[in-house]
């Protein structure tokens, strides 16, 4: 499994990457939304991790982006991982597209069981990873 992370914080994507290094996912980062949408745009991948607040173009910007697309990444898998406790953060996430959303700090297992509904398109829970 190929996982993109964009997300303006190192050290998130850091202990991100070795959360799911610890399952043998391949995980390419990116520092901002537009460098994220450049990497989209060249690589391929099965799902994306997208944070909310980034300087530039925010998360929700960037998940309207991708689904507009008229192919088939537009279609891809998206969490949001987010510090952003907002009153209504998840319904904006999930208008803008997302299927789920991720408060930070991240926990292991709730990255999994999200990655594992949102791969598998169910919305049940249970992990595809583990």
């Known amino acids: 499994m190929r996982v993109l992370f964009v997300d303006d914080n190192a050290m998130n994507r850091k202990v991100v990457k070795s959360m799911l290094e610890s399952a043998e996912v391949v995980m390419i980062e990116a520092e901002d939304a537009e460098t994220g ?59 803008a597209g997302a299927e789920d959303l991720l408060h930070k700090p991240v926990q292991m297992q709730a990255l999994f069981d999200a990655i594992g509904r949102a791969v598998e398109g169910t919305g049940r829970p249970g992990a595809v990873l583990a």
């Open 37 to 95: 949408l450049s990497i989209l745009d060249a690589d391929a991948f099965d799902l994306v991790l997208m944070d909310l607040r980034m300087p530039g173009m925010d998360g929700l910007a960037a998940i309207r982006q991708i689904r507009a697309r008229g192919d088939a990444k537009a279609s891809l898998p998206i969490i949001v991982v987010t510090a952003d406790n907002g009153p209504n953060i998840r319904g904006q996430a999930l208008a």
